[in-house]
């Protein structure tokens, strides 16, 4: 007798996957599925976008009455629309009132869904909803910082790839590097500085590009895992605890998770590779937010060139602010909302301590680009389950600007600073005559109306025309399910 579970399962088989394997689409650089055609709102040869405004993501001044001409997925001219003359072959779309940014490149993102289950955290697996909701929000490429399921977020890339599901393009992290410290029961716990060079090297032979080391590990651990993955030409980030930002910075690790956040380094008393987790706020919140020791740190770690990834929308306080930030309750299956919206209503108006230290961390990253810095974003769709991919990826953009950026600014911490981390900015980030077309046609002026970035209509990866909305819609009610 058929189970519940296996008739959902042979369901959702048959719903998103099926229909792709079996027959195939031809696009003009790549096949596509039935299953990801349906969302597909333009895909021609050569395309002319017409009379738009151009924020290109190099954080210069925006171009208004601009033409985008795209033949084979590559930007092929860009100017002034009174200079560029389409060709005749192009399928033509005016853009008039309408803006394009290059598609996002988010560094903090995962394909899991987290649910605390005290005293557990569980990190649900979202293989279908989340690939969607990531490129309807504008993130042609994302890194998954950490991941649950290896194997599942390899799989996932090479299905995109292949043309047979909808998403970005992924840099897939490896799993967590961790000891046993926080009761998350997919976590694999290492014992020894030595199984966290063997797990590194195993998953690097399996296909992933980037590791995320956590919050329990050692120096030790550390430096095995910065050596292996530098040697394959790797990077290494963090989100810390029992690792100084500056200890990292001095072992050679690449990137910070969470901006100065998790940061240990002004805990009073703190003892050498161990997590003092309880102190770590109070001692940020004691900091003067134009303190000199804060200073200090940036310095030191802008000249070991360690990229910071700000995911303000995880942090978002509650009093004053949406229940979903970015406004994405419509993807939560009913269940999870009403979770979600107790803890909310539970929370409001009583965070005003964690209100002020979440200010304070906007203008720490102000200030750490100012330094020089190169600082990334994401959104970290964990923590109390208010973060829904797509939805807070453009909402980025929103606290970026109330963080003192202007929107030209924040669109490339969004876009270059993070495809030239990665070592892709010849290809994408920016929008320029030779790229990749990647990019966000957008209704309305979020330079003028930061609110328009919501309005997110046609996502282009490699010039293939997204539907925003339709993709938006399709996972309507089912994040927490898959």
């Given at each position: 007798m058929e189970t519940n579970f296996q008739s959902r399962?042979?369901?959702y088989f048959l719903l998103f996957f099926l229909p792709g394997f079996l027959?195939?689409?031809?696009?003009?650089a790549q096949q596509f599925t039935p299953t990801v055609k349906q969302f597909i709102a333009v895909n021609v040869d050569t395309l002319a976008l017409i009379h738009a405004k151009v924020v290109d993501g190099t954080g210069g001044l925006s171009k208004t009455d601009q033409t985008i001409i795209i033949i084979k997925g590559r930007i092929v001219q860009l100017g002034n629309a009174s200079r560029i003359t389409a060709p005749p072959s192009a399928k033509i779309i005016d853009c008039s009132g309408k803006t394009i940014i290059p598609g996002m490149v988010m560094m903090h993102e995962h394909l899991f869904y987290g649910e605390s289950l005290p005293p557990n955290y569980l990190g649900l697996a979202m293989p279908l909803s989340f690939p969607r909701l990531y490129l309807a929000g504008g993130a042609t490429t994302i890194r998954t910082t950490?991941?649950?399921?290896?194997?599942t977020d390899l799989n996932i890339r090479k299905w995109i790839d292949e043309g047979k599901m909808v998403g970005p393009d992924?840099?897939?992290?490896?799993?967590?590097?961790?000891?046993?410290?926080?009761?998350?029961?997919?976590?694999h716990f290492i014992k020894s500085a030595d199984e966290a060079e063997e797990d590194v090297s195993y998953w690097i032979k399996k296909g992933c590009t980037s590791f995320k080391v956590y919050m329990d590990i050692t120096q030790d651990?550390?430096?095995?895992?910065?050596?292996?993955?530098?040697?394959?030409?790797?990077?290494?980030?963090?989100?810390?605890?029992?690792?100084?930002?500056?200890?990292?910075?001095?072992?050679?690790?690449?990137?910070?998770?969470?901006?100065?956040?998790?940061?240990?380094?002004f805990v009073t008393g703190r003892k050498e590779d161990v997590c003092?987790?309880?102190a770590v706020t109070p001692s940020l919140?004691?900091?003067?937010?134009?303190?000199?020791?804060?200073?200090?740190?940036?310095?030191?770690?802008?000249?070991?060139?360690?990229?910071?990834?700000?995911?303000?929308?995880?942090?978002?306080?509650?009093?004053?602010?949406?229940?979903?930030?970015g406004d994405g309750s419509a993807a939560l299956a009913p269940q999870i909302k009403e979770v979600v919206e107790q803890g909310y209503n539970a929370a409001v108006g009583k965070d005003s301590s964690d209100a002020a230290l979440f200010k304070k961390e906007m203008a720490w990253e102000k200030q750490f680009v100012e330094m020089g810095g190169r600082l990334m974003a994401g959104v970290d769709p964990t923590g109390a389950g208010r973060t829904i991919p797509g939805y807070a990826d453009r909402h980025v953009l929103e606290l970026l600007k109330e963080a003192g950026f202007t929107f030209s600014q924040a669109v490339k911490i969004c876009s270059l600073n993070a495809a030239e981390y990665l070592g892709r900015d010849k290809d994408i980030g920016t929008i320029a005559i030779?790229?990749?077309?990647?990019?966000?046609?957008?209704?309305?002026?979020?330079?003028?109306?930061?609110?328009?970035?919501?309005?997110?209509?046609?996502?282009?990866k490699n010039g293939v025309g997204f539907d925003s909305k339709k993709i938006f819609e399709s996972v309507n009610g089912k994040v927490g399910l898959y």
């Open positions: 399962t042979k369901k027959v195939l689409a031809t696009a003009h950490g991941t649950v399921e290896p194997q992924i840099d897939v992290t490896g799993p967590y590097i961790e000891r046993e410290f926080l009761p998350i029961p997919e976590v651990d550390l430096k095995k895992v910065v050596a292996v993955a530098h040697k394959n030409n790797l990077k290494v980030t963090g989100h810390l605890c029992s690792i100084t930002y500056r200890e990292a910075a001095t072992i050679g690790i690449d990137n910070l998770e969470h901006g100065f956040i998790p940061c240990s380094d003092a987790f309880g919140k004691k900091l003067d937010v134009n303190s000199a020791e804060m200073k200090d740190l940036m310095k030191f770690l802008i000249e070991k060139k360690v990229a910071i990834t700000s995911t303000l929308p995880v942090f978002e306080p509650y009093t004053g602010r949406e229940i979903i930030p030779g790229k990749r077309a990647d990019l966000v046609l957008i209704g309305g002026d979020p330079e003028k109306q930061i609110g328009d970035v919501r309005n997110t209509e046609i996502v282009f």
